[in-house]
């Protein structure tokens, strides 16, 4: 049983900055890819971004392509997303998943965190 636990959310204004932190319980996080996603209210869940086992490789959407970045240090089993140029349609809660396979469908990931709340205020 893995678990992912999500941190740093908060209150942002447009412009600015805010990462966040995904720490996950085990050995086995630098076997995994990892994914952030995020969920807005009444919309469904939206890739944001992954990055591969070693950190060498990462995929974005489109919607935050330039202004996220995603990171991990497989030592401290901690996945990161650095979050700039925030906007109000940022606002959503941010989840971190273990991925069985690189990729940005939903469908590959198997564990969850619970999601920490970001708010993009203009």
């Known amino acids: 049983q893995v678990q992912l636990v999500a941190t740093g959310g908060g209150l942002a204004q447009a412009g600015g900055s805010l990462r966040l932190s995904c720490v996950a319980s085990?050995?086995?996080?630098?076997?995994?890819?990892m994914g952030w996603f995020r969920q807005a209210p009444g919309k469904e869940r939206e890739f944001v971004g992954t990055?591969?086992?070693?950190?060498?490789?990462?995929y974005y959407a489109d919607s935050v392509k330039g202004r996220f970045t995603i990171s991990r240090d497989n030592a401290k089993n901690t996945l990161y997303l650095q979050m700039n140029s925030l906007k109000p349609e940022d606002t959503a809660v941010y989840s971190c998943?273990?991925?069985?396979?690189?990729?940005?469908?939903?469908?590959?990931?198997?564990?969850w965190g619970q999601g920490t709340q970001v708010t993009v205020s203009s």
């Open positions: 998943a273990r991925a069985t396979s690189y990729g940005g469908s939903p469908d590959l990931y198997d564990y």
């Open positions: 085990g050995r086995t996080f630098s076997y995994y890819a």
């Open positions: 990055i591969s086992r070693s950190g060498g490789n990462t």
